[in-house]
């Protein structure tokens, strides 16, 4: 399932002063991704650029319950954008653009029987950096890194 890249659609607001002036006008553009996860990939359409990533959590998760993937909760998602987790951001200021990929992985709760840590691993640098690697040659557009 690997996602193509979908025509923008833009909406333009703008932010009234207190007399009802227009102050500034801003575009907003709404982002087609592809989700890309350890069972495969999906395409997630309509996210608004300047959504938060945590938005992007629930719309994750809303579309893993919609297709019974089983998706973990918001909260217990990390988000990974060209090898790095995001977080507490919008996606324009993460780097994000139409038609990029990014890696959802689960984050591991941590204790044992008795009641020691442990901790479970999450796939590897490693293994994301060749996952996003090998969806980046499938898309002909890999940089040299």
């Known amino acids: 399932l690997v996602m193509r890249s979908e025509e923008k659609e833009r909406a333009s607001f703008a932010m ?13 553009s709404d982002l087609t991704l ?3 996860t350890l069972a495969g990939q999906e395409k997630v359409e309509q996210v608004p650029s300047n959504a938060t990533v945590e938005a ?20 217990k998602q990390r988000i990974v954008y060209r090898g790095r987790e ?8 993460a780097g994000v653009i139409d038609g990029s990929s990014f890696v ?3 984050k591991r709760s941590v ?4 009641s020691q840590p442990v901790i479970e691993k999450s796939p590897s640098k490693e293994v994301i950096q060749s996952m996003t690697r090998r969806l980046a040659e499938e898309k002909g557009n890999l940089t040299g890194r």
């Not at 009234?16 to 907003?28: I, L, N, R, T």
């Not at 019974?68 to 909760?73: F, I, S």
């Not at 204790?111 to 008795?114: A, H, P």
């Open 56 to 75: 992007l959590r629930s719309l994750v998760h809303e579309l893993g319950a919609r297709k019974g993937l089983g998706y973990p909760a918001p909260e």
């Open 111 to 114: 204790v044992d029987s008795l």
């Open 86 to 93: 995001i977080k507490d951001c919008t996606l324009e200021q």
């Open 16 to 28: 009234a002063g207190p007399s009802g002036e227009k102050v500034s006008e801003a575009v907003v």
């Open 104 to 106: 959802m992985v689960e």
């Open 34 to 36: 592809t989700l890309v």
